[in-house]
């Protein structure tokens, strides 16, 4: 896993994260 891997792992982990606040709270 290279650092550009890593980096849109880590974008998809946080439109997950937010996608389940906004859901959780709208």
Known sequence: MNSEHRIVYK?????VFI???R???S
Do not use: G, V, W
Request: without cysteine.
């Open 19 to 21: 996608a389940q606040l």
């Open 11 to 15: 974008i998809e982990q946080d439109s």
């Open 23 to 25: 859901y959780h709270y």
